[in-house]
């Protein structure tokens, strides 16, 4: 897949080195804020407003591949946005990194 598909608008939002440097970065896709986190090798993007208390989950931390939201620490999964022991579910959008470049698809993915 490359940021040219037809079903997907990719946006290039970062560079990888950026994020290689400090795990985590808000970016704005579509009017939208979303916070990309590396984890191991893989980028991951969340709508950055927690779905608990509103908080910016750029503003949180990286803690045994899980992001933690600063305020109350819920913690989310990267590749799901599943709240551990929680009901509720952190909006996910997919990324491609092509040419050093961090895409993400501006529509958040369905989680079933």
Do not use: N, Y
């Not at 579509?30 to 980028?43: K, P």
């Amino acid at each position: 897949m490359t940021p040219e598909s037809a079903t997907v608008e990719w946006v290039a939002v970062a560079p990888l080195a950026e994020l290689q440097r400090r795990k985590k970065k808000q970016v704005e896709v579509a009017g939208r804020a979303i916070a990309l986190f590396l984890v191991g090798d893989r980028v991951f993007a969340f709508d950055d407003t927690c779905v608990h208390k509103g908080r910016s989950l750029s503003r949180g931390s990286l803690w045994k591949g899980k992001v933690v939201c600063p305020g109350h620490q819920w913690t989310f999964d990267p590749e799901t946005g599943r709240a551990d022991d929680q009901d509720d579910c952190q909006p996910v959008h997919d990324v491609l990194v092509v040419d050093g470049v961090v895409h993400v698809d501006p529509r958040p993915r369905q989680i079933s």
